[in-house]
């Protein structure tokens, strides 16, 4: 059965420094999202992608993070410059249609020191 | 905030028992969604409820959706060890992310 990938599993960096997380969808799905979930906490929304273009980010996403699809497979998220409170466990999702079930990556932990 | 707020935060059960989740939400929604998470791992879906639609069910899984109160419950039949894991409802507006409750830590006991 197809699923979502991510990688890496576990990405350590010193704050200020810039890390690309990577999901590759499930390979006929349309929409592509990140959450978040910081250790204890719920799981946050933070941007929608379609259509090669963001449609929606929560007040989280910042300037600090972007995304990217740079070829028919790869779904990135990039911070530019990570915080402390950027550390979490970063998980990619997609979907065949607005709206309906996502199918989750395992997730990438990001830990920033 | 629309995020739903699921109760009880953890449910401890013996093997057999029948356990129910609930969850409220704060805002009209498209559907709801329900969650599966596993200590540290992703999330996986279990069930999707319309707006419309008051009752869905999968295999040992219940779901029950009323509007007028926004709430939901989840309720699983014969619960089984493999069953203990963290479960999410999430909401689904008109814009098509999820929004996450805080989570129900079920262990179910052997």
């Known amino acids: 059965e197809p699923e979502v990938t991510q990688t890496p599993s576990h990405q350590v960096t010193q704050m200020g420094q810039e890390v690309i997380l990577r999901c590759v969808p499930i390979s006929n799905h349309l929409y592509f999202y990140w959450y978040r979930q910081i250790l204890g906490q719920k799981v946050e929304f933070l941007v929608s992608?379609?259509?090669?273009?963001?449609?929606?980010k929560s007040e989280i996403f910042d300037d600090q993070f972007s995304v990217e699809r740079p070829d028919g497979s790869n779904f990135t998220l990039k911070i530019r410059s990570t915080k402390l409170e950027d550390s979490a466990m970063y998980f990619c999702a997609s979907g065949r249609q607005s709206s309906y079930e996502q199918y989750f990556g395992p997730g990438t932990r990001l830990t920033v020191t | 905030s629309q995020q739903g707020e699921e109760d009880p935060q953890a449910l401890s059960i013996q093997e057999g028992e029948n356990a129910t989740m609930n969850c409220s939400y704060k805002?009209?929604?498209?559907?709801l969604q329900w969650y599966r998470q596993n200590s540290g791992r992703g999330l996986v879906h279990l069930i999707l409820i319309r707006s419309n639609e008051r009752e869905k069910h999968s295999g040992r899984l219940r779901v029950t959706l009323d509007t007028s109160k926004k709430s939901s419950s989840l309720l699983i039949t014969a619960s089984r060890a493999a069953d203990t894991a963290s479960y999410f409802c999430a909401t689904v507006t008109g814009a098509n992310n999820l929004f996450f409750g805080t989570g129900t830590r079920l262990t179910v006991i052997p």
């Open positions: 992608f379609y259509n090669n273009e963001i449609s929606e």
């Open positions: 805002t009209s929604i498209n559907n």
